[in-house]
């Protein structure tokens, strides 16, 4: 195989994966993954066993993608009211301004701080997003943007 060749079918898969939004894996991860995959492939690919190398690479690639998104969705996480509640009770809330955020992440956070959502995760909050019309990649952005913000405050 080309090295086009296996970064083109990284980058399809990986793409593939983060429209899906894998929770905690960012397109970048995922190329790197898929790279790292690509490395175990060549070492562990026997040519006796009758099989293309593009064919063993590209069912390792798509099962451990599989295997990953099927981890991170399992996943359980804090919900985001109380992340946004220990920022308040930290005394930090003085450093957190919703104009600091694009106008799709201030909504979320503005709606999780009235009370809109109580206790909601993450993933509940996501499925309400999809459900008001908000494509995988806008919600992922805006998720991405709030982690951001709050790490960086923390």
Not at 23 to 29: H, L, M, N, P, S
Not at 117 to 139: A, C, P, S
Request: aromatic content about 12%; glycine content about 6%.
């Amino acid at each position: 195989m080309e090295f086009e060749d296996v970064l083109n079918m990284v980058r399809q898969k990986a793409f593939q994966y983060s429209r899906k939004g894998v929770v905690g894996r960012e397109i970048e991860d995922l190329i790197q993954d898929g790279f790292l995959i690509f490395k175990e492939a060549q070492d562990r690919f026997d040519p006796e066993k009758g099989v293309l190398f593009s064919t063993y690479f590209y069912q390792m690639l798509v099962s451990r993608f599989n295997s990953r998104a099927t981890s991170s969705m399992l996943r359980v996480t804090e919900p985001l009211s109380d992340i946004l509640q220990e920022i308040i009770s930290s005394g930090k809330l003085s450093d957190f301004h919703l104009q600091d955020l694009s106008d799709d992440a201030s909504y979320v956070c503005s709606v999780v701080l009235n009370g809109t959502f109580n206790r909601l995760t993450k993933t509940e909050i996501r499925t309400w997003l999809y459900d008001q019309g908000w494509h995988v990649r806008r919600v992922n952005e805006t998720f991405k943007e709030i982690e951001g913000y709050v790490n960086d405050l923390c």
